[in-house]
């Protein structure tokens, strides 16, 4: 199991940048795929972006050209800087394993996206 804590959430106006981190736990981090999703009210969960263990990405058509995920897996950390924020992306976000495992859900960061 991988514990994960999430954090770097706000209140920012559109446009605006957000760097989220997650710090996590566990000996199998550094080979894992990792991945940040979102789930805005009243919408399912989605994944937005995610990374391998040697640092290939894929992002959602949502976010592309956007946000960027990256990882340091001396650190376990992954972390997701998010610019040109839109209102659109107000959302709780979570890291977790790719494909996600059910418990290793953390508590999510809230994003806002508000003028």
């Known amino acids: 199991q991988v514990q994960l804590v999430e954090s770097g959430g706000g209140l920012v106006q559109p446009g605006g940048s957000l760097r989220l981190s997650c710090a996590a736990s566990g000996s199998i981090f550094s080979i894992a795929e990792m991945g940040w999703y979102r789930q805005a009210p009243g919408k399912q969960r989605e994944l937005v972006a995610r990374?391998?263990?040697?640092?290939?990405?894929n992002y959602s058509d949502s976010v592309k050209g956007r946000f960027t995920i990256s990882r340091d897996n001396a650190k376990k950390m992954v972390y997701l800087q998010m610019n040109s924020l839109k209102p659109e992306d107000t959302a709780v976000y979570y890291c977790?394993?790719?494909?996600?495992?059910?418990?290793?859900w953390g508590q999510g960061t809230q994003v806002t996206v508000s003028s």
């Open positions: 977790n394993r790719y494909p996600a495992v059910y418990d290793d």
């Open positions: 990374i391998t263990s040697r640092s290939s990405t």
